[in-house]
């Protein structure tokens, strides 16, 4: 099974997952990490490092960090670029999270990563354009 | 010529608060980051030029080439930011001629002989003396982590 792993800024990544949780049900294989302003960046790409090396049952881990250019995205930049059986995608949100926990069981972990950004991107929408739209489907 | 907007220390470099908040505020369109260890790895160096924020550009140069870079057009054209990793650095620059009518002390880490300037900042006893030099100089250092927070004068420290 794919690991998957959340990282960002305070505690985003974890309330993420804690919403995720409450629509999949408690969930193997998934991590949040929240960098705090007082934490070591070295311990935590260590931390990070270790639980990869630790979710890796072969199929690999999908890192999902918050944006490119904050903190999390930049350590572990340096460490997807090492790394085989990994694949990283900056901007996560939502959708993207609920798609890497449903689709995880279901191809490879490049496979996984394509899905998720093409999802993630697909679920930004204006809601009173899209609901505009729905209304002149009838007409 | 370029013009200097911003000279920082923050040994996050090209990180959230500097993307999201400092870029914008400065109104930069160009962010040289002067560090050594980060001009010769290429892998380090595409982390920080892909942490730019939209419509601005980072160019990552060792300490001999920034030097050369501002001595001979002062980073070409534009509005820059400048980078330094700590204290030390921004101090050699300094020396080497590298004009700061302002300095901002972003994010220092916590270490074993470190003393606190503000909770984001903190310096040995020897980068104090440094700063004491600069600010003596007429180096108008303020500690200012985010733009929200107000900046303290290093004056007022000391």
Same mark, same amino acid.
């Given at each position: 099974?794919?690991?998957?792993?959340?990282?960002?800024?305070?505690?985003?990544?974890?309330?993420?997952?804690?919403?995720?949780?409450?629509?999949?049900?408690?969930?193997?294989?998934?991590?949040?990490?929240?960098?705090?302003?007082?934490?070591?960046?070295?311990?935590?790409?260590?931390?990070?490092?270790?639980?990869?090396?630790?979710?890796?049952?072969?199929?690999?881990?999908?890192?999902?960090?918050?944006?490119?250019?904050?903190?999390?995205?930049?350590?572990?930049?340096?460490?997807?670029?090492?790394?085989?059986?990994?694949?990283?995608?900056?901007?996560?949100?939502?959708? *993207?999270?609920?798609?890497? +926990?449903?689709? !995880?069981? &279901?191809?490879?972990? #490049? %496979?996984?990563?394509?899905?998720?950004?093409?999802?993630?991107? *697909?679920?930004?929408?204006? +809601?009173?354009? !899209?609901? &505009?739209?729905?209304? #002149? %489907?009838?007409? | 010529?370029?013009?200097?907007?911003?000279?920082?220390?923050?040994?996050?470099?090209?990180?959230?608060?500097?993307?999201?908040?400092?870029?914008?505020?400065?109104?930069?369109?160009?962010?040289?980051?002067?560090?050594?260890?980060?001009?010769?790895?290429?892998?380090?160096?595409?982390?920080?030029?892909?942490?730019?924020?939209?419509?601005?550009?980072?160019?990552?140069?060792?300490?001999?080439?920034?030097?050369?870079?501002?001595?001979?057009?002062?980073?070409?054209?534009?509005?820059?930011?400048?980078?330094?990793?700590?204290?030390?650095?921004?101090?050699?620059?300094?020396?080497?001629?590298?004009?700061?009518?302002?300095?901002?002390?972003?994010?220092?880490?916590?270490?074993?002989?470190?003393?606190?300037?503000?909770?984001?900042?903190?310096?040995?006893?020897?980068?104090?003396?440094?700063?004491?030099?600069?600010?003596?100089?007429?180096?108008?250092?303020?500690?200012?982590?985010?733009?929200?927070?107000?900046?303290?004068?290093?004056?007022?420290?000391?």
């Amino acid at each position: 099974m794919i690991g998957i792993i959340v990282a960002t800024h305070g505690g985003f990544a974890a309330g993420m997952v804690d919403g995720m949780e409450l629509l999949c049900g408690r969930q193997e294989k998934v991590v949040a990490f929240g960098l705090r302003i007082e934490d070591d960046l070295d311990a935590f790409a260590e931390e990070i490092i270790r639980k990869a090396d630790e979710l890796d049952d072969g199929d690999g881990v999908l890192l999902l960090v918050d944006f490119v250019g904050g903190s999390p995205a930049n350590i572990t930049g340096g460490l997807l670029a090492g790394r085989r059986n990994m694949e990283g995608i900056a901007g996560v949100n939502f959708p *993207m999270l609920l798609e890497a +926990i449903n689709s !995880r069981d &279901e191809g490879t972990l #490049k %496979e996984l990563t394509d899905q998720c950004k093409a999802v993630g991107r *697909m679920g930004i929408i204006d +809601i009173k354009e !899209r609901m &505009e739209d729905m209304e #002149k %489907e009838d007409e | 010529m370029a013009e200097i907007a911003l000279i920082r220390v923050d040994f996050r470099l090209v990180h959230g608060q500097v993307v999201v908040k400092w870029s914008k505020v400065a109104k930069v369109s160009k962010i040289i980051v002067i560090n050594d260890v980060i001009a010769k790895d290429k892998t380090l160096k595409s982390v920080y030029k892909m942490a730019a924020p939209a419509g601005v550009k980072v160019l990552c140069y060792s300490f001999e080439k920034a030097m050369e870079k501002y001595k001979e057009s002062r980073f070409g054209d534009g509005r820059v930011m400048v980078m330094f990793k700590d204290i030390n650095d921004c101090y050699r620059a300094f020396k080497a001629g590298f004009d700061m009518p302002k300095l901002q002390l972003g994010n220092a880490p916590r270490g074993a002989d470190k003393k606190p300037l503000s909770n984001e900042v903190y310096a040995t006893g020897k980068e104090i003396e440094l700063l004491k030099e600069m600010a003596k100089a007429g180096v108008d250092i303020v500690i200012h982590t985010i733009p929200e927070a107000a900046g303290v004068s290093f004056r007022k420290l000391i």
